[in-house]
Nanobody
Framework: QVQVVESGGGLVQAGESLTLSCTVS????????MGWFRQAPGKGREGVACINWSGGHTYYRNSVRGRFTISRDNGKNTLYLQMNSLKPEDTAIYYC??????????????????WGQGSQVTVSS
């Protein structure tokens, strides 16, 4: 049984930083491309960043490029999202998920499986 658990969310002020973690069990983590997604109140889920199985390639949505960094530690089965210079519009529930095929990059939600329950990030102005 696959388990995906996000952690590290919280309440911060605009301009501050936060790091999310996502621990995965029940699958061969280093065989999977991974992604971070978010869903703001009243909005649909959107892709934030993705990383290939080795960690050697990353991709970001335009609005977070240069502020967020996705990384992974395959020895710890853990995915990370370092978020700097946070803005109120980054407020959302953040999810991580494993991709079900080898194509990269992609932030298409339908291509991702094994979602976690999410971690709330709130950025105050």
């Amino acid at each position: 049984q696959v388990q995906v658990v996000e952690s590290g969310g919280g309440l911060v002020q605009a301009g501050e930083s936060l790091t999310l973690s996502c621990t995965v069990s029940g699958l061969a983590f280093d065989d999977y491309n991974m992604g971070w997604f978010r869903q703001a109140p009243g909005k649909g889920r959107e892709g934030v960043a993705c990383i290939n199985w080795s960690g050697g390639h990353t991709y970001y949505r335009n609005s977070v490029r240069g502020r967020f960094t996705i990384s992974r530690d395959n020895g710890k089965n853990t995915l990370y999202l370092q978020m700097n210079s946070l803005k109120p519009e980054d407020t959302a529930i953040y999810y991580c998920a494993a991709k079900n095929d080898v194509t990269f990059p992609s932030l298409e939600i339908v291509e991702y499986v094994d979602w976690g329950q999410g971690s709330q990030v709130t950025v105050s102005s």
